[in-house]
C-alpha cells in the first residue's frame, strides 16, 4: 500500500527545511510566508536495519525499502476556511494525503520572523486545528442537508450517513477535532467517502535549533503548556532539528552518526517515520529471495490475503496458502533449508494474521 504524508505548518516554522531534510530534495524554505506555493512531493525510503540484514542473508541482488511520499504544502494563515491567503490551496492538498505531519516551531530567533509577532506553539496548533475544523464543518453541514432529505424517504443508507454526519458535527461543533471519534469499518468507509480534513491523524514535529534559544531547554511555561496539551488530547509528536538534519544529509553515515551524537540528536528523521507507522497502525513485512528482498506496508492485524494484495490483486484473490517465519528467526536458522528442517517455517491460511517482520512467501 502506499502511505502519503503532508507536511504543514504556519509559515516560517522551519516546513520546507524539514522536508527537504526528509526528501534530500530542494524547494525553496526562504525567510517569508508563501514561499511554497506549489506543493512539492518526495519519496522517502523507511529506514529499516531488519531489511538489509535479510538482504545480507539472502545475497540478494536488489533491496527495496517501504516508502513514503511527503508532499510539502504551502504554508497557512488565520481564515484559510474561507479562502485567505493560499487557504483553498492549503485545504485541498491536505485532502489528497493520509495523515499530517504538522511542523510547530518551539524555538526563538529575532531572524526568523514569526507569523503571529511570537513564538506560542499551542496557539499555533490551535489556529491550524481551528482552520481544518471550519472547513470540515462546511463540507459537513452541506451534506446534512441532502442527507435529511433522503433520511425523511426512508432511505436506509442515508438514515446510517445522517446518524454519522450528526455525531461528526456535534464533535466539530464543539472545537474538536473529527480524528477523536472511532468507527465501526463500516462507518470508516462512509467517512472516508466524505474526505474530511479533521479525520486524518496528525503527528507534531516540534522544530528546535541547536545552540539556539529552545522552549524545552529552558523548559519555558509555553513548552509545558504544550506537553500537558498534548498529553491531555493523547497527541503524537516528536522532537526535530530541521537544519541540522538537513546538514546532516550531505555527511556519511558514519560523519551523520558521530554529529547525532555531539548534538545529543535522539532520533529525528527515524523517529518521526517510526511513529508515522506507530499512529496510523501499520507494520512491514518482507520477501526475501536471491533476486529481490522488499519491505512491504500493511495495516496492523491484516490477515495473509490482505497482506499479499500489497504485492498483487491475485494474492488476495487467488490466495491458497503463504509460507511464514519471523525475520530474525530465519536469520537464526542459517538458510532457508535449516528453518524448514526445524520446522520454524509455518504453513498458514487466510485467517492467518500478519505480525510486525515477518517474512512471506505466498503460494497461489
Known amino acids: 500500500m502506499s502511505l502519503s504524508i503532508g507536511v504543514v505548518g504556519l509559515p516560517n516554522v522551519g516546513k520546507s527545511t524539514l522536508f527537504n531534510a526528509l526528501t534530500k530534495n530542494s524547494v525553496p524554505a526562504e525567510n517569508y510566508p508563501f514561499c511554497t506555493i506549489d506543493p512539492s512531493v518526495g519519496i522517502v525510503p523507511v529506514p529499516d536495519e531488519r531489511l538489509h540484514k535479510l538482504a545480507d542473508f539472502s545475497q540478494t541482488q536488489k533491496t527495496i525499502p517501504a516508502i513514503i511520499e511527503f508532499t510539502d504544502i504551502a504554508g497557512l494563515v488565520k481564515g484559510a476556511s474561507t479562502g485567505e491567503g493560499l487557504g483553498n490551496k492549503f485545504l485541498s492538498n491536505i485532502r489528497e494525503v493520509d495523515a499530517i505531519l504538522e511542523v510547530v516551531r518551539i524555538f526563538e530567533d529575532s531572524n526568523i ?3 503571529h509577532g511570537e513564538v506560542d506553539p ?3 496548533i490551535e489556529v491550524i486545528n481551528y482552520e481544518l475544523i471550519m472547513a470540515d464543518t462546511e463540507t459537513v453541514n452541506k451534506r ?22 450528526t455525531k461528526i458535527k456535534k464533535v466539530l461543533d464543539s ?13 470508516a468507509k462512509l467517512v472516508k467517502g466524505l474526505n474530511l480534513l479533521t479525520t486524518k491523524q496528525i503527528l ?10 529552545n522552549l524545552d531547554d ?3 511555561e509555553r513548552y509545558i503548556k504544550l506537553i500537558d496539551f498534548f498529553q491531555k488530547n493523547s497527541f503524537s509528536y516528536v522532537k526535530v532539528d530541521a537544519n541540522s538534519e538537513l546538514e546532516m544529509n550531505t555527511l556519511s553515515d558514519e560523519e551523520r552518526d558521530e554529529m547525532k551524537k555531539d548534538l545529543g540528536v535522539d532520533g529525528g528523521l527515524e523517529s518521526m517515520i517510526t511513529k508515522s507507522y506507530e499512529m496510523l497502525k501499520l507494520i512491514t513485512y518482507f520477501t526475501t ?3 529481490e528482498t522488499r519491505a512491504w506496508t500493511v495495516k496492523l492485524n491484516a490477515t495473509a490475503p490482505e497482506a499479499g494484495a500489497a504485492i498483487h490483486s491475485d494474492f488476495q484473490t487467488k490466495f491458497i496458502r503463504a509460507q511464514v517465519i519471523h525475520w530474525d528467526t530465519l536469520i537464526e536458522a542459517g ?5 524448514r528442517e526445524k520446522g520454524w517455517i509455518k504453513t498458514v491460511g487466510k485467517e492467518h494474521i500478519i505480525l510486525d517482520g515477518d517474512v512471506i512467501e505466498f503460494l497461489v
Open 175 to 187: 472545537g474538536q477535532m473529527a480524528n477523536r471519534l472511532e468507527f465501526t469499518e463500516e462507518e
Open 113 to 115: 520572523t514569526h507569523v
Open 289 to 291: 529471495g536471491e533476486k
Open 122 to 124: 499551542v496557539s499555533d
Open 144 to 165: 446534512l442537508g441532502n442527507t435529511e432529505k433522503d433520511a425523511k424517504r426512508g432511505d436506509k443508507n442515508a438514515i446510517k450517513e445522517l446518524d454519522i454526519l
Open 218 to 220: 529552558n523548559n519555558d
Open 335 to 339: 538458510s532457508n533449508s535449516k528453518a
Open 204 to 213: 507534531y514535529a516540534l522544530n528546535k535549533q541547536t545552540g539556539g534559544n
